[in-house]
Nanobody, 122 residues
Framework: QVQLVESGGGLVQAGGSLRLSCAASGRTFSIYAMGWFRQAPGKEREFVAA????????YYADSMKGRFTISRDNAKNTMYLQMNSLKPEDTAVFYC???????????????WGQGTQVTVSS
């Protein structure tokens, strides 16, 4: 199994930045890709971005391109999401997850973290 722990969420004003972290432990050698998703109250879970655990491939939701940057540090078994120019509509719980393929479909992700709250005030 793989355990995932997100951190870095919080309250920020519109226009501000946050960097989320996702620390992986356990059978990390089995990870092919990792992704970030978010879920706002009353809405479905939404794909944000994904990254290959090895190599440099990344994949973003169209609406996230330009403001969000996904990265990883394999030595630390940690994935990051740098979020800039945050807007109130970015307010959500952000989750990280692992998958055997690069995908925007949450159904193919098998391990999930507990989530970290991001709140953007206007």
């Amino acid at each position: 199994q793989v355990q995932l722990v997100e951190s870095g969420g919080g309250l920020v004003q519109a226009g501000g930045s946050l960097r989320l972290s996702c620390a992986a432990s356990g059978r990390t050698f089995s990870i092919y890709a990792m992704g970030w998703f978010r879920q706002a109250p009353g809405k479905e879970r939404e794909f944000v971005a994904a990254i290959r655990w090895s190599g440099s491939s990344t994949y973003y939701a169209d609406s996230m391109k330009g403001r969000f940057t996904i990265s990883r540090d394999n030595a630390k078994n940690t994935m990051y999401l740098q979020m800039n120019s945050l807007k109130p509509e970015d307010t959500a719980v952000f989750y990280c997850a692992t998958s055997r393929i690069m995908s925007s479909d949450p159904a193919v992700y098998n391990y999930w973290g507990q989530g970290t709250q991001v709140t953007v005030s206007s």
